[in-house]
């Protein structure tokens, strides 16, 4: 495409939560096993720290492993809840009965999930009374763009019923993290800039088989191979977000 069909800019440090109650927004993370959650988590976190690191801890409901803002040491206003990855079959991956807990505020914190027992209220550590602080203040679901096409009817099932439930909790922001774009446009991956003038990342079935509009989709690529920090991959990354931070300016 001659002129991108996204503008990008961004500055994660400038954001301040509008209520004093919540110093840091709580994100939740909600994928597919594979589509690469965990590898948002750790390349995020990459760049706050100044290199490529791997560090987060899949399957559990993780909070404040992006909490320093790497040389500066600031405490940064995001944390990132990744969660065991969805799976079609019944018994299997993250239970949805679990969601309403998680957005709620009721998991403790490196809760490990278990697919076949969602979280019961007489369970340790259970959070009976949890305040706006330790609620889901967004949700973001985890997309692999190269399996997008061949999602199966299960999936696509199970993800709207998540949106439905999410819908319920009242007006929590729903976003669509778009990973592995290099993977399927190969001008995007000759040079990742060409992310916003590729027509194929535009029109991708994402928002469809969640739900969301086209502005609540967010292209990114994870850092996997790389050894160095990349600047274009940051800024991809950075962007998200501060995405999210942006959908989270009515926080009550």
Same mark, same amino acid.
């Given at each position: 495409?001659?002129?991108?069909?996204?503008?990008?800019?961004?500055?994660?440090?400038?954001?301040?939560?509008?209520?004093?109650?919540?110093?840091?927004?709580?994100?939740? !993370?909600?994928?597919? =096993? /594979? *589509? &690469?959650?965990?590898?948002?988590?750790? $390349?995020?976190?990459?760049?706050?720290?100044?290199?490529?690191?791997?560090?987060?801890?899949?399957?559990?409901?993780?909070?404040?492993?992006?909490?320093?803002?790497?040389?500066?040491?600031?405490?940064?206003?995001?944390?990132?809840?990744?969660?065991?990855? !969805?799976?079609?079959? =019944? /018994? *299997? &991956?993250?239970?949805?009965?679990?969601? $309403?807990?998680?957005?709620?505020?009721?998991?403790?914190?490196?809760?490990?999930?278990?697919?076949?027992?969602?979280?019961?209220?007489?369970?340790?550590?259970?959070?009976?009374?949890?305040?706006?602080?330790?609620?889901?203040?967004?949700?973001?679901?985890? !997309?692999?763009?190269?399996?997008?096409?061949?999602?199966?009817?299960?999936?696509?099932?199970?993800?709207?019923?998540?949106?439905?439930?999410?819908?319920?909790?009242?007006?929590?922001?729903?976003?669509?993290?778009?990973?592995?774009?290099?993977?399927?446009?190969?001008?995007?991956?000759?040079?990742?800039?060409?992310?916003?003038?590729?027509?194929?990342?535009?029109?991708?079935?994402?928002?469809?088989?969640?739900?969301?509009?086209?502005?609540?989709?967010?292209?990114?690529?994870?850092?996997?191979?790389?050894?160095?920090?990349?600047?274009?991959?940051?800024?991809?990354?950075?962007?998200?977000?501060?995405?999210?931070?942006?959908?989270?300016?009515?926080?009550?």
């Amino acid at each position: 495409m001659e002129k991108p069909w996204r503008v990008v800019t961004w500055d994660i440090r400038t954001y301040r939560p509008l209520n004093s109650s919540v110093t840091q927004a709580r994100v939740l !993370l909600i994928g597919a =096993v /594979g *589509a &690469g959650k965990s590898s948002f988590f750790n $390349s995020l976190n990459s760049i706050f720290r100044g290199h490529v690191t791997s560090q987060a801890i899949s399957g559990s409901c993780s909070t404040s492993l992006t909490t320093q803002a790497g040389r500066e040491g600031k405490p940064l206003p995001l944390i990132l809840c990744d969660t065991m990855g !969805l799976e079609q079959n =019944v /018994g *299997a &991956g993250l239970d949805i009965d679990d969601i $309403s807990n998680i957005l709620k505020g009721h998991l403790p914190d490196r809760y490990q999930f278990n697919p076949s027992v969602p979280l019961q209220s007489e369970a340790h550590g259970f959070c009976k009374s949890p305040g706006l602080k330790d609620k889901i203040h967004c949700v973001t679901y985890v !997309l692999d763009a190269s399996k997008i096409s061949i999602m199966s009817t299960k999936m696509e099932e199970k993800l709207k019923t998540i949106r439905r439930k999410v819908n319920l909790m009242g007006k929590i922001p729903q976003l669509v993290l778009l990973t592995k774009v290099d993977e399927v446009c190969s001008l995007v991956k000759e040079d990742i800039r060409n992310v916003y003038r590729s027509s194929y990342i535009r029109d991708v079935e994402a928002a469809t088989r969640v739900g969301v509009p086209l502005s609540c989709i967010i292209p990114v690529k994870n850092y996997s191979q790389e050894l160095e920090l990349e600047t274009d991959i940051d800024i991809l990354l950075l962007s998200a977000a501060v995405q999210m931070l942006r959908f989270l300016k009515k926080l009550q």
